[in-house]
């Protein structure tokens, strides 16, 4: 059993920034793509971020490309979303999830993310 467990949301100010964390259990972390997905209220769950279990490759949607780092930490089983110059628009419940073999099959509880303008 896998389990995802998100931290380091909150309330900021537009222009701030947040790094999010997803701690890892229950699998061989380091094998794994892992990915971020936010949902904001009245929408549906978006993509957000992406990489693979080396770290090697990131991909990231259009709405936070320039703005948002997504990196790992295999020694600790833990994935980060670095989050630059925040935008109300980026107000959203924010997921980590894990991608095996052809889908994205745990999820986290999520981090609630509040920016203000």
């Known amino acids: 059993q896998v389990q995802l467990t998100e931290s380091g949301g909150g309330l900021v100010q537009a222009g701030h920034s947040l790094r999010l964390s997803c701690a890892a259990s229950g699998r061989t972390f380091s094998i794994f793509r892992m990915g971020w997905f936010r949902q904001a209220p009245g929408k549906e769950r978006e993509f957000v971020a992406a990489?693979?279990?080396?770290?090697?490759?990131?991909d990231y949607a259009d709405s936070v490309k320039g703005r948002c780092t997504i990196s790992r930490d295999n020694a600790k089983n833990t994935v980060y979303l670095q989050l630059n110059n925040l935008k109300p628009e980026d107000t959203a419940v924010y997921y980590c999830?894990?991608?095996?073999?052809?889908?994205?099959?745990?999820w986290g509880q999520g981090t609630q993310v509040t920016v203000s303008s």
């Open positions: 999830a894990t991608y095996y073999p052809t889908s994205w099959d745990y």
């Open positions: 990489i693979t279990g080396s770290g090697g490759r990131t």
